[in-house]
């Protein structure tokens, strides 16, 4: 048989089963209704169109739906390729009660600025919550646990800052006014330290101590990525002490995101191929249009032959690539060569130049990269002090940041159970440090030398809770470092066309979906930005009419912008 024969039998087969499993008669009729709408939309083909996605995250699955909801496409012709051996890319969260749990990291989400994401989870069934969607789920979960920190900014003395003031001057205040006015095609390649190097006073500011770690940027971030932040999160500028606009899922991301996701694509027959390395693709030389996919799966190389119609859509680069953990006995290994994504995007570039350039994003480790720990323990021992400290409960907090920390440390709360295998008896919280080269203020090493056990004892002595030490580290389970070379790659100053577009001018059948892809308006560093990409690639390549939620415009609102300048006054 040959492959177009191959996929019939297949789809008939399908068809069949569900049949015989009393469950099939709506799924056929839906079914047979995207295919009638395929042939729709790919008029003459003979065979059923392909769809290769390379890169399991939160863009490729969200592309996939696309492709399904409004593209046409049946499932078993949407190809899924993964190159680690679990999906999800930087939304995850693993573990157990004996081992410990871990999350690389926590996204944050806002319920007025994550446009399509809201409009994409509104179509995915809750696996916790029959008949309501995931984007109920969470909101519902989230209205019921509102955020109100009350404890943002600690000193070296374990006192709670005041940080209702931003503490500007006069000279802070007209340079940010200065930046917001200042068209983006000038801010090439600048730093945010560059903007600021006559106006030192402006980086002891309660603003940025909060600002910064609370989206996790340096001083030498680029320009152009705080200027979209301060403008698309302008909302939270005025609210930056509470962070009460952050919007949190019942359990970790990768439970409460990916698995939704997953399970939707699965119901429609998505081919999913995990530990599958993508190498190298191949273009016609007048065009960008792709040829040929490498790929390495289980030792053995594999080619995929696009045909006419057929769609490559590629993550161009990964924020989490090389991400290593640790445990309470060792430090996580440093490794910078090779990020998985990065290597292959700079082979399609140094093909196709208008697909962009990896390399002020992935050549300097140094500058991008920082470290979270997950703390898993028996009882509540610690969360409960941390609530004493604090004045929030578990899920009513956010960041904590120790200001005078050498390595800068945060850490947050979330609600428990924050994963779906703890029990009553275990309790976990997360935290991080930007400045991983630096020795400890009371563990004298770097950061990125400690173990598990270091990082919770430097903890333990910001919080001030050395004399309850012994008996906590007694409910210690496992305290779990991860150490991301790249995490804040996409911060990284560069110059405008160091992005590609989602769609590259002349492309025919290949788009690029990740933080590193430019999407006018829109901040990297956030699931809508990926969303975003994700449905720009799959309505442009299709030539959907459809309309995608545009950046809200907070920015221009007459209310919020007479709350920001009050907040920049106090």
Same mark, same amino acid.
């Given at each position: 048989m040959n492959k177009n024969q191959l996929h019939k039998l297949a789809a008939l087969g399908g068809v069949i089963i569900g049949a015989a499993a009393g469950a099939g008669v709506a799924r056929h009729l839906h079914r047979r209704k995207i295919e009638q709408e395929a042939s729709r939309i790919h008029p003459g083909r003979k065979g059923e169109p392909q769809a290769y996605l390379i890169g399991g995250g939160i863009g490729a699955l969200s592309a996939a739906v696309y492709l399904i909801?409004?593209?046409g496409f049946l499932g078993e012709n949407i190809h899924i390729i993964e190159g680690l051996d679990v999906l999800g890319g930087s939304n995850d969260g693993a573990g157990n009660v004996t081992q410990g @749990?871990?999350?690389?990291?926590?996204?944050?989400?806002?319920?007025?600025?994550?446009? $399509? @994401?809201?409009? +994409?989870f509104d179509s995915i069934p809750s696996l916790d919550w029959p008949g309501k969607s995931v984007t109920e789920e969470i909101l519902n979960f989230d209205h019921l646990h509102p955020t109100h920190a009350q404890a943002r900014l600690i000193d070296k003395h374990g006192n709670i800052l005041d940080v209702h003031s931003m503490q500007f001057d006069n000279k802070d205040r007209f340079l940010l006014t200065k930046l917001l006015?200042?068209?983006?095609?000038?801010?090439? $390649?600048? /730093?945010?330290?560059?903007?600021?190097?006559?106006?030192?006073?402006?980086?002891?500011?309660?603003?940025?101590?909060?600002?910064?770690?609370?989206?996790? @940027?340096?001083?030498?971030?680029?320009?152009?990525?705080?200027?979209?932040? *301060?403008?698309? *999160?302008? +909302? =939270?500028?005025?609210?930056?002490?509470?962070? =009460?606009? &952050?919007?949190?899922?019942?359990? $970790?991301?990768?439970?409460?995101?990916i698995l939704?996701?997953?399970?939707?694509?699965?119901g429609y027959g998505v081919d999913f191929s995990i530990k599958a390395v993508v190498e190298d693709i191949d273009f016609e030389e007048e065009s960008i249009t792709a040829?040929?996919?490498? &790929?390495?799966? $289980?030792g053995h190389e594999r080619v995929l032959h696009l045909e006419e119609g057929d769609l490559c859509i590629m993550c161009n680069g990964c924020m989490s690539d090389n991400a290593t953990l640790g445990d309470y006995r060792h430090a996580?290994?440093?490794?910078?060569? %090779?990020? *998985?994504?990065? /290597?292959?995007?700079?082979?399609?570039?140094?093909?196709?130049?208008?697909?962009?350039?990896?390399?002020? @994003?992935?050549?300097?480790?140094?500058?991008?990269n920082w470290e979270s720990f997950t703390v898993t323990c028996r009882g509540n021992r610690l969360l409960k002090m941390i609530e004493q400290f604090s004045g929030n409960i578990p899920g009513s907090g956010a960041l904590m940041t120790f200001k005078d920390s050498n390595w800068l440390m945060s850490i947050v709360v979330a609600a428990q159970p924050h994963f779906k295998a703890q029990d009553q008896n275990t309790t976990i919280f997360w935290g991080y440090g930007l400045y991983t080269d630096q020795e400890g203020n009371y563990v004298k090493k770097k950061m990125w030398d400690c173990t598990g056990?270091?990082?919770?004892?430097? +903890?333990?002595? %910001? +919080?001030?809770? =050395?004399?309850?030490?012994?008996d906590i580290l007694e409910d210690v389970v496992n305290v779990i470092p991860c150490m991301m070379p790249y995490i804040d790659a996409q911060f990284q100053p560069r110059a405008m066309s160091d992005r590609p577009h989602v769609v590259p001018s002349g492309s025919t059948n290949f788009a690029?979906?990740?933080?590193?892809?430019?999407?006018?308006?829109?901040?990297?560093?956030?699931?809508?930005?990926? &969303?975003?990409?994700?449905?720009?690639? &799959?309505y442009t390549l299709l030539h959907i009419d459809k309309k995608i939620c545009p950046v809200t415009p907070h920015h221009k609102n007459p209310k919020v912008l007479a709350k920001a300048a009050k907040t920049m006054l106090r």
């Open positions: 909801q409004d593209g @749990f871990v999350c690389r990291g926590g996204r944050m989400l806002n319920e007025e600025t994550y446009e $399509n @994401f809201w409009e +994409l006015a200042t068209p983006e095609e000038k801010l090439d $390649n600048l /730093t945010i330290e560059d903007w600021f190097k006559d106006d030192p006073h402006f980086f002891t500011t309660n603003f940025w101590y909060m600002w910064q770690t609370t989206f996790a @940027f340096q001083k030498w971030s680029s320009l152009f990525e705080f200027r979209r932040y *301060m403008n698309r *999160m302008m +909302l =939270e500028f005025s609210r930056i002490e509470t962070l =009460e606009g &952050v919007t949190r899922t019942p359990y $970790n991301q990768y439970e409460s995101l939704p996701l997953k399970s939707y694509l699965e040829t040929d996919i490498y &790929v390495k799966e $289980n996580p290994d440093y490794r910078v060569d %090779h990020p *998985m994504s990065a /290597t292959l995007w700079k082979k399609v570039a140094d093909k196709k130049p208008s697909l962009g350039n990896p390399a002020p @994003f992935f050549t300097k480790p140094e500058e991008t056990e270091e990082i919770l004892l430097e +903890l333990l002595g %910001h +919080l001030h809770f =050395e004399e309850h030490t012994k690029m979906i990740s933080q590193f892809v430019e999407i006018p308006e829109d901040m990297v560093f956030t699931e809508e930005y990926s &969303v975003r990409a994700a449905r720009i690639a &799959v």
